[in-house]
């Protein structure tokens, strides 16, 4: 498809929570970034459930996601392609592919990651249980909240040390963490790495 990386994206409640798939260790901090800065193409592509194509990052009127813009270019990444992912008819996240080069794909481009965000639902299924499977038709289930538990742990294991630490609430905390992460041009996972094993402390305001 002539691409330079690919990541598949989980996403739960409008925010992208987990990196299940990654063609190589780039591809996962470009991902990451998405959840670092709470924008990008994954998430775009899962809540209007149609794919997300941006030919050049630079081009003077793409104004889509100013921090995550920005970053990408930074890290020399052009192109951005976002395919999203249905699991039991509730889209769960989105296959990001990624160029260095700027362009327009060609249909038969389209095409292959069409076919490649259908095979990505393959690995997830396995994951699930069937009766987390099933209950994506049922209103009353956790499904949404095991497919959640299952991604990003050092990021929840972190912000909960966060809010031991400093008193803070769940949603404070994460929000420390990941503003930690953009400040410092780092992943959250490395961060959270770096919190749970006490080689990172953050300070009370």
């Known amino acids: 498809m002539d691409v330079d990386a690919a990541a598949f994206s989980l996403v739960f409640d409008g925010a992208n929570v987990g990196t299940f798939g990654a063609s190589d260790s780039r591809a996962r901090v470009y991902d990451e970034m998405q959840f670092v800065v709470g924008e990008g193409p994954c998430l775009d592509a899962v809540a209007r ?15 889509r ?9 930074a890290q020399e990444i052009r192109g951005v392609y976002a395919m999203p992912v249905a699991v039991a008819g509730e889209y769960v996240g989105a296959l990001d592919f ?28 396995d ?14 289930s956790n499904a949404w909240a095991d497919l ?18 400093l008193n803070l609430t769940a949603a404070s905390a994460l929000a420390r ?9 780092r992943s959250a996972t490395s961060i959270a790495r770096d ?9 009370a305001d």
């Open 98 to 125: 990624f160029r260095t080069v700027p362009g327009d794909l060609s249909r038969e481009q389209i095409a292959g990651m069409a076919v490649a965000a259908e095979l990505v639902q393959l690995p997830l299924l």
């Open 195 to 203: 919190i749970i094993d006490r080689r990172l402390f953050l300070e």
């Open 177 to 185: 963490l990941r503003a930690h992460a953009y400040a410092s041009g």
């Open 148 to 165: 959640n538990a299952l991604s990003r742990t050092e990021v929840s294991q972190a912000t909960g040390m966060l809010m031991a630490q």
């Open 127 to 140: 994951l699930l249980s069937k009766d987390l499977r099933a209950g994506f038709t049922d209103p009353s």
């Open 65 to 73: 996601w100013p921090a995550y813009g920005p970053m990408m270019i």
């Open 49 to 63: 459930c149609v794919p997300v194509m941006v030919a050049d990052l630079a081009d003077a009127g793409e104004h």
